[in-house]
């Protein structure tokens, strides 16, 4: 929902960085060093180490938001490492609930773990076709001047939204089960408002 204001923000702040001391990394580097992290951060969350798993998370994130200003700012942008980038970060999205899920190890857990992983897959084809058939219309992320590599309609619950509520699994892991429905529910009516923009635009 606030993806897109958040962007150059981002950039600006991890500027520094870039131009800096880690002007040398590679950005598929990034990616992948974050993809261990995140997924660290999922076996964390399935013993029980919450504190960890928080941190593994956060760390995770920033080094998500880094690959790609990385990629920019050092004109190192490919095809495949945005490709890399979806693919891992889908990774550590499923992961990190899969472990929560296996920590508090209850049938309703289970549950709220199954109802979730499907609203994310069902938000998955609500928003990858559309940047596909943005790119194949000329009005993709180039196109629109984004800071991103594909762009997408936009919705409830987008990358930002995420860190918020992943972040409350790994606070309030007693809780998982309404935390897990709730943003079940809400992916399900982000996909509903891609599902309206293409009635409204295709």
């Given amino acids: 929902m606030i993806d897109k204001a958040l962007r150059e923000p981002k950039e600006s702040l991890l500027g520094p960085l870039v131009r800096g001391p880690l002007r040398r990394i590679h950005p598929t580097s990034v990616t992948v060093v974050a993809a261990i992290v995140g997924v660290a951060a999922a076996v964390a969350a399935w013993q029980g180490l919450y504190v960890a798993a928080l941190i593994l998370w ?6 998500d938001g880094l690959d790609g200003t990385l990629a920019r700012l050092t004109d190192q942008q490919s095809d495949l490492g945005a490709y890399l980038d979806i693919l891992l970060d889908h990774l550590v999205y499923a992961a990190i609930p899969i472990g929560l899920a296996l920590a ?12 979730l992983l ?46 918020v509520c992943y972040t409350l699994f790994l606070l309030m ?13 809400l992916v399900v009516i982000t996909a509903g408002q891609r599902l309206i923009w293409a009635l409204r635009n295709l």
């Fill in 58 to 63: 956060a760390v995770n994130r920033i080094l």
């Fill in 173 to 185: 892991p007693g809780a998982l089960v309404p935390l897990f429905s709730l943003m079940a529910v």
């Fill in 104 to 115: 508090v190890n209850t049938p309703a857990g289970y549950l709220a773990l199954a109802a």
């Fill in 118 to 163: 499907a609203s994310f897959y069902l938000n998955g084809a609500s928003w990858m076709y559309l940047a596909a058939l943005l790119e194949k219309r000329q009005a993709g992320a180039r196109k629109q001047g984004e800071l991103t590599t594909v762009t997408m309609p936009g919705g409830l619950i987008e990358g930002a939204e995420t860190v």
